[in-house]
């Protein structure tokens, strides 16, 4: 199946988005073994059952696409790449999917010529689905993992990022990010009010209107922003470095790491 359509891979995709959903949640209701990866941050089965999960999904549907996921990437089995590639994060937010906490994702974004193009992002707990539906276009529906339906049976709805009042902007912060100079950065883009929370979620209500940006000065990977920025800039936002300059992907040689960067709704500057 060429990509020739958001809608059709979204919808090709949602089978095995639901069965992995479905193994993250009862993965941890019946007892998470939490092991520590080579940067001691935490995985769990969890992570590598939804990747390979999705990973047999991606390859069915799109066959030849590399896909750099994760858990794979991190165990130093990430692909070669070429201009088009899948970047997948099976279970975004481990920390806090480990300690009960709801605000976890699940991320697959599609990248061309190092702009992504393509991105869907579900929280299964919340069961928020928020994806690009056409080039321009984004929308956020409600998708129940254990009950799945067709995305043409989805009451989807259209999203816009809203319009930020220049100096006085209400943002979506990560958990893992605090202190003096976090304080600092926050007030000169402006921002007055904050609310924290994990995962990619944090595009997914940017989008829908909730706050005014996203700013990120911390560590994230490729795989944790793609799918988010195809969202914003489908619904009229940015997603930019610190600068102003274009996110690059499909930076291999840097393990796929970003720097730091801002989404952003409209004027929010």
Not at 20 to 44: F, Y
Not at 172 to 185: M, T
């Amino acid at each position: 199946m060429p990509f020739t359509s958001h809608a059709r891979l979204a919808g090709a995709l949602l089978p095995s988005l639901a069965e992995a959903a479905r193994v993250i949640l009862s993965t941890r209701e019946q007892g998470l073994v939490v092991d520590r990866k080579s940067d001691n941050s935490p995985v769990t089965e969890a992570d590598h059952r939804a990747e390979a999960i999705l990973t047999r999904a991606i390859n069915d549907i799109l066959p030849g696409l590399p896909i750099v996921a994760e858990e794979s990437s991190a165990a130093g089995s990430a692909p070669p790449i070429g201009t088009t590639f899948f970047l997948l994060d099976p279970l975004d937010g481990t920390r806090d999917y480990c300690a009960g906490r709801d605000d976890f994702t699940i991320n697959v974004g599609l990248v061309d010529e190092g702009r992504p193009v393509f991105g869907l992002i579900y929280a299964p707990a919340p069961r928020e689905l928020y994806l690009t539906s056409a080039p321009g276009e984004a929308v956020a529906a409600s998708f129940d993992c254990t009950s799945p339906r067709a995305l043409s049976d989805l009451d989807s709805q259209i999203v816009h990022v809203r319009t930020g009042q220049t100096g006085r902007l209400s943002a979506l912060v990560s958990r893992r990010e605090a202190g003096p100079e976090f304080d600092d950065r926050l007030q000169k883009l402006g921002v007055i009010s904050r609310t924290p929370m994990s995962s990619a979620i944090k595009f997914g209500r940017l989008v829908r209107g909730d706050a005014d940006v996203y700013p990120r000065f911390g560590p994230t990977c490729e795989w944790d922003t793609a799918a988010g920025q195809a969202i914003v800039e489908a619904a009229g936002g940015t997603v930019t470095a610190l600068d102003g300059s274009p996110m690059i992907y499909g930076k291999s040689a840097a393990k796929f790491l970003n720097g730091p960067f801002v989404a952003r709704g409209r004027n929010a500057d």
